[in-house]
């Protein structure tokens, strides 16, 4: 049966390897030499032009909780084989480290870092798993809730997706990072309460069946509720869903707020067309129709082109679920250690896949506009101590075809990691919901249109100043000189 302790702590949250090594880093003395992790993933998650971040606030309460509770403690004795004194290090354990981030809302591309740990190595160590555990779902939530945004317009979008969500953190984590990518209110109203998201709600065939009548149904919920959406669809919605709804609608007059219709099977484009008549003819022609029924951005824009009368979306599955790519693939990679001289060595990962040779050292990303129109000539990586904006013009070069380049001057540019925690100390005061998804709006506002549209977008230029590129090119060499004079 389930073990539930009253000191259960999500410090346990990471796999068992990163405990391990951190018992190695103990015995050997070198836990608490200086390291620098980034997080970045190398693939944009549905092929989409850019990524809405989204995780910064769980990653906060996350970090500061971790500690080892009496229970955690107990069961890494009884569990593994570590030494005393290493579990006495654990129950001693206190997170110190620097972090920089994205802030959620901020667009995030491909092969850059959204995310910098700097600490102890046994710190870094620790908390990789629950931070892309947390970043991985609720940043490709919110980018596919940005992609369906990007279709419906000015149109309604409700969040639908709970009960088809795996499990009941991914449906309050994503329900919240829906709302930052553009959804407008949730049905979940756990959600609602403790994000302060609007919630929404019509009802379901549940309601008809119970009455086994339309008109029935609809007049019983008219009579105890105000604002009033039908759902038209349990028996025939043209000859007996939307006339009850359109009966009941007039019979109540001015007692109710008649918002429209819902309908959730059938050929939808169709069935709207022929209710907006019906509605208009009945005289509510400011009744909206609502739909809902494994829609996605490509069937919503399909159902548009076809001439669909619906201002209304509700997204559940194919939304929660991110049916199309079910894990965002970021990654968290060493890019600079302490050596034994206590001097910082930037790392490199060598793969003969040229994606996968990761970028060595602390980095900065900026994003670079230009002046005249605030728009955007894509990211520029930079070692940390870079700083472009001392620079009169920049000049940027795709990072594997250098021949794509290009000089930008009038430029500015936006550091896009900011410090969220200073030596374990939060620095960042995290911003309300609301701000999250504005400023995730505005930063739509100022990318060009060729890398939003939801097919086949242009790569957005993500590129690595000289000074970066020649020092990873160094690297990259000088781990090849090793390895060849390697004598095993
Ligand atoms: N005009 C349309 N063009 C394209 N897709 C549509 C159109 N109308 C409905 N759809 C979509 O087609 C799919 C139909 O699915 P399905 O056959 O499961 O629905 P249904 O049989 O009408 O309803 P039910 O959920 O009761 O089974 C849904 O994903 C729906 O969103
Ligand atoms: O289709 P989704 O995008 O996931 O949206 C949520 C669905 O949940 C509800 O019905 P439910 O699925 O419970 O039953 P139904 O499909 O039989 O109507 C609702 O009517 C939607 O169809
Ligand atoms: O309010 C609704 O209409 C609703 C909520 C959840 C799932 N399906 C529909």
Known sequence: MTQIYPDDSLTLHTDAYQINMMQTYWEQGIHNKHAVFEVFFRKMPFQNGYAIFAGLERVVNYINNLHFTDSDIAYLRESQDYSEGFLDYLRHFKFDATIRSAREGDLVFNNEPLMQVEGSLATCQLIETALLNIINYQTLIATKAARIKSV??????????????????????????????GFDATSNVRAGKIFGIPISGTHAHALVQTYRNDYQAFMAYAQTHHDCVFLVDTYDTLRSGVPSAIKVAKEMGDKINFQGVRIDSGDMAYISKRVREQLDEAGFPDAKIYASNDLDEKTIQNLKMQGAKISVWGVGTKLITAFDQPALGAVYKM??????????????????????????????????????????????????????????????????????????????????????????????????????????HDSLESLWDEYKRDLNPQDYPVDLSQKLYDHKMNIIHSVRDWVSKKDY
Do not use: C
Request: glycine share 6%.
């Open 335 to 440: 890019v600079s250690i302490e050596d034994d001289h206590h001097k910082m060595v930037d790392t490199i990962k060598l793969s003969n896949n040229a994606e996968k040779v990761s970028t060595p050292g602390r980095k900065q990303v900026w994003r670079i506009t230009k002046r005249a129109d605030a728009k955007s000539e894509g990211d520029y990586i930079t070692l940390y101590d870079e700083d472009p904006r001392n620079e009169e013009s920049i000049y940027m070069f795709h990072p594997s075809f250098t021949y794509i380049n290009k000089t930008v001057s009038d430029f500015d540019a936006r550091p896009v990691l900011t410090p969220i925690y200073d030596h374990g100390k939060q620095v960042y005061d995290l911003p309300a919901i609301d701000e999250i998804k504005q400023y995730a």
């Open 152 to 181: 419906v317009g000015d149109d309604g979008l409700l969040e639908f997706g709970t009960r088809r969500a795996q499990e009941l953190d991914a449906a309050i984590w994503g329900t919240r990072a829906a709302y930052i990518g």
